[in-house]
C-alpha cells in the first residue's frame, strides 16, 4: 500500500475478491444498492461519464445500460488489478475504457464530459486530495456537466449505532469518519459546483450527490 493513511489504495488480495467481500458483506444487497444508485443518478442516452476511481467495473456495466451504445464511459483507477477485472467484465462494449492512473494528480484526458462519477472513493483521501479530485472533476466537465458523488454522508459517527461504529471505526478507511464530518457541499460550492441535489441511503449515512458546474 502506498498511502498508510488511507485504505482506498486497496492491498493486491482486497482488489483482486473485492466484488465478492462486498456482496459477502452486505448479504447480497449491494448489488441491488448500486442499481438502484444509478438508476436514480439519471445518466442519459449518449451521456459521456468519467469514473474516478472506477474499481472492477460493476458501475461501468451499469451505467452502460443508460448511456447506451451512443454514450461514451472512461474509468480511472489506480490498481492493476482492479483495471483488468473492469476491462474483462466490460470487454463486450466498444464504448467503455479503463485507464490505470491517480485521480489526485493531473488526468491524462483533455476532453470534456457530461457526468463525472466518484463512488466511494473521495473518502479515503486527506482534505488536500480530496480538493484536487474535486477540481480535476471539475475541469473534466463542461459547463453545466453534472458531477456526481456516493459515498458516507454527514453524520456523527459517535452518536451512531454499535455496527456502524464499527464499520466506520474498525473495517473502513481512517479518513472515512473525518470525510462525515466534513460540509461537502460547501466545498463543492467553492469549487465552481452549484444546484444540489442528494439522496440518501442506509439510514442516512450513505448520500448521493449531484451538482453542476456552473
Ligand atoms: C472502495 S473502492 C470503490 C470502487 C468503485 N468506485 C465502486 O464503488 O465499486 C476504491 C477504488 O479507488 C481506487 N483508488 C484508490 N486510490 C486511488 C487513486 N489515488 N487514484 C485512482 N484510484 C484510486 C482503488 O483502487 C479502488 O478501486
Redesign the pocket.
Known amino acids: 500500500m502506498g498511502n498508510k493513511e488511507t485504505k482506498?489504495?486497496?492491498t493486491p488480495f482486497i482488489?483482486k475478491h473485492y466484488d465478492a467481500f462486498l456482496n459477502a458483506f452486505s448479504i447480497g444487497i449491494y448489488p441491488f444498492f448500486t442499481a438502484n444508485v444509478v438508476k436514480e443518478a439519471n445518466f442519459k442516452k449518449g451521456d459521456s461519464v468519467l469514473d474516478l476511481?472506477?474499481?472492477?467495473g460493476?458501475?461501468a456495466c451499469l451505467i452502460q445500460k443508460y448511456i447506451g451504445e451512443k454514450g461514451k464511459y472512461v474509468g480511472?483507477?489506480?490498481?492493476e488489478i482492479?483495471v483488468q477485472q473492469a476491462k474483462k467484465r466490460c470487454r463486450s462494449f466498444k464504448n467503455i475504457h479503463f485507464i490505470q492512473?491517480?485521480?489526485?494528480e493531473e488526468l491524462p484526458l483533455t476532453e470534456h464530459f457530461d457526468k463525472v462519477f466518484i463512488?466511494?472513493?473521495l473518502h479515503?483521501f486527506v482534505q488536500e486530495n480530496r480538493i484536487k479530485i474535486i477540481k480535476n472533476a471539475y475541469n473534466r466537465l463542461r459547463i453545466g456537466g453534472q458531477f456526481i458523488i456516493l459515498d458516507y454522508a454527514e453524520r456523527d459517527v459517535n452518536t451512531a449505532p454499535f455496527i456502524v461504529k464499527f464499520l466506520i471505526r474498525k473495517v473502513e478507511c481512517p479518513l472515512a469518519e473525518e470525510f462525515m464530518q466534513i460540509d461537502l457541499k460547501k466545498v463543492l460550492s467553492e469549487n465552481g459546483f452549484s444546484d444540489f441535489k442528494e439522496k440518501f441511503y442506509f439510514k442516512n449515512y450513505v448520500r448521493l450527490e449531484i451538482c453542476k458546474k456552473q
Open positions: 482506498v489504495e486497496l482488489a476511481g472506477a474499481g472492477t460493476r458501475f480511472i483507477d489506480l490498481s482492479m492512473g491517480r485521480i489526485e463512488s466511494f472513493v479515503g
